[in-house]
């Protein structure tokens, strides 16, 4: 009853869509989005996000802005394999290099630049390790110009933390790194998705630096922020019981 009481509330908030600024009612929708365990469920609130979308008057970047990051939601709820998984960021690539060929990286909005930062840096998961280091140089260009634009831009260091939690050493990423863009993100948090993102990200961070005061803080203070929240409970059983972090 209570996933469907938050499907609910998501359809509720939903109707404000169209009044509100597009990016944030994005952050909202992920947040609620990772409060959906059923992936049926998730996969008709994608859909439903799509056609919304679909409806609006939006600009060329800004649809390919929003479809990069509904392509990263549609990938982490399929049961789809690794060659179908592939497929779709490789066509989402394509789409944004041909939107950018000619245009210089400074003219670009700072929420498509992290869009495209994500879909690279996902993408570099699943090319050649050569190919996989120029992706993921292009994703942290993308990421420090977008930062250039916005220095408060909580969701962008959320993205440029998870480079550093993955790259190598050799590549500059680091635990340590990654926490400190973590630190920055919490603190630049405009809201309570934005915080409440930074947050559980964090914790997982916290939880593989083996820091178990700050990591069951992190998401003690998470669970307070958004209303009918499970996620943190889900987090929780994915450290104690499978010694994973949820992004991994």
Not at 68 to 79: A, D, P, R, T
Request: glycine content about 4%; charged content about 25%; overall charge positive.
């Amino acid at each position: 009853m209570k996933k469907y009481m938050f499907v609910l509330l998501f359809l509720t908030t939903f109707l404000t869509f169209l009044s509100s600024d597009i990016y944030d009612d994005f952050c909202t929708f992920k947040v609620q989005l990772y409060n959906t365990q059923d992936k049926t469920i998730a996969n008709s609130l994608i859909t439903g996000w799509e056609m919304k979308c679909a409806k609006m008057k939006l600009t060329e970047e800004e649809k390919l802005t929003l479809n990069n990051f509904l392509v990263l939601e549609k990938i982490s709820v399929i049961n789809g394999s690794k060659k179908q998984i592939y497929k779709l960021l490789k066509e989402q690539n394509e789409k944004c290099e041909k939107f950018i060929k000619n245009k210089k990286r400074v003219l670009l909005n700072k929420w498509f630049l992290l869009s495209f930062g994500d879909i690279k840096s996902r993408y570099a998961s699943y090319v050649s390790w050569l190919n996989a280091y120029d992706e993921s140089k292009i994703a942290r260009q993308c990421y420090q110009e977008a930062l250039k634009k916005d220095s408060s831009f909580t969701l962008c260091y959320i993205s440029n933390a998870l480079y550093l939690f993955f790259a190598p050493a050799i590549a500059g990423g680091s635990y340590e790194g990654a926490l400190k863009e973590l630190n920055t993100a919490v603190s630049c948090a405009k809201n309570n998705n934005e915080k409440y993102l930074a947050l559980i990200f964090r914790s997982q961070v916290h939880y593989r630096m083996g820091e178990p005061k700050e990591y069951q803080e992190d998401l003690k203070n998470a669970s307070t922020l958004i209303e009918g929240e499970a996620f943190t409970e889900h987090i929780l059983h994915l450290n104690s019981k499978e010694n994973k972090v949820f992004f991994e």
